[in-house]
């Protein structure tokens, strides 16, 4: 519907495992974003690609790792997550032109560290 | 400060009435505004861009004031499907792409 996709819709892992999430646009978009929502707090930014390029990472721990093989594609890899970690994963995609930019978002992916 | 900051809400009126959301940011070079909606667990969604004249769509009416750094979003005749939370979003500057959201607004129209 949206054109932005997310897999998996919902994910449980332990501290120790590893996992990845993926997100794919079908909009023809050149900049990608992943960002963090929990509960009370405002979507937070964490990645951002520009034609592939990774141009903000907004201090996230090591323990998210970016991926853009292409400008349709975007991944998070997860390993040795905490507890507090859990949230709701949310990616998106815009058009960079001008200033007024509307950025379209995947379902996300809701997830439980344990 | 916090970047975006916006009522605390909930707020929760009857059908038909009429509702005023407020936003304020921080960030003087901000260049791009915009409400975002967002359903009980689903994903945000652009409800529409403001612009500096003001900007009305159906229902809607948005207002930027960029001297008090103030956005607002005006809801007419609030239907059931109206409810949800409302994201204030501005940019991070001239040029910038990068968004900032406010916690939101949550809406919730009584029958």
């Known amino acids: 519907e949206t054109g932005v996709t997310q897999t998996p819709r919902h994910l449980v892992m332990g501290m120790t495992n590893k996992k990845s999430l993926k997100c794919e646009q079908h909009?023809?978009?050149?900049?990608m974003y992943w960002y963090k929502q929990s509960a009370k707090k405002p979507l937070e930014l964490m990645f951002v690609?520009?034609?592939?390029?990774?141009?903000e990472n907004n201090s996230v721990p090591s323990r998210f790792s970016p991926e853009c093989p292409n400008s349709s594609h975007l991944f998070l890899h997860l390993h040795t997550l905490q507890p507090e970690d859990s949230a709701l994963y949310l990616c998106a995609s815009s058009q960079i032109q001008g200033t007024q930019e509307t950025q379209y978002f995947g379902p996300g992916t809701r997830l439980l560290v344990l | 400060r916090k970047e975006v900051e916006q009522d605390p809400g909930p707020f929760n009126v009857p059908e038909g009435a009429t509702v005023a959301f407020n936003c304020t940011y921080s960030n003087s070079a901000s260049q791009s505004f915009f409400w975002y909606r967002q359903d009980c667990r689903k994903e945000p969604k652009l409800l529409m861009s403001v612009y500096s004249s003001g900007n009305e769509d159906g229902r809607f009416t948005a207002q930027l004031n960029r001297a008090s750094q103030y956005i607002s979003l005006l809801i007419r005749d609030s239907k059931l499907s109206d409810s949800a939370t409302y994201l204030c979003v501005v940019n991070s500057g001239a040029g910038s792409y990068q968004l900032t959201f406010g916690k939101g607004t949550k809406l919730s129209v009584i029958p």
């Open positions: 690609y520009n034609f592939k390029e990774q141009t």
């Open positions: 909009l023809g978009h050149n900049a």
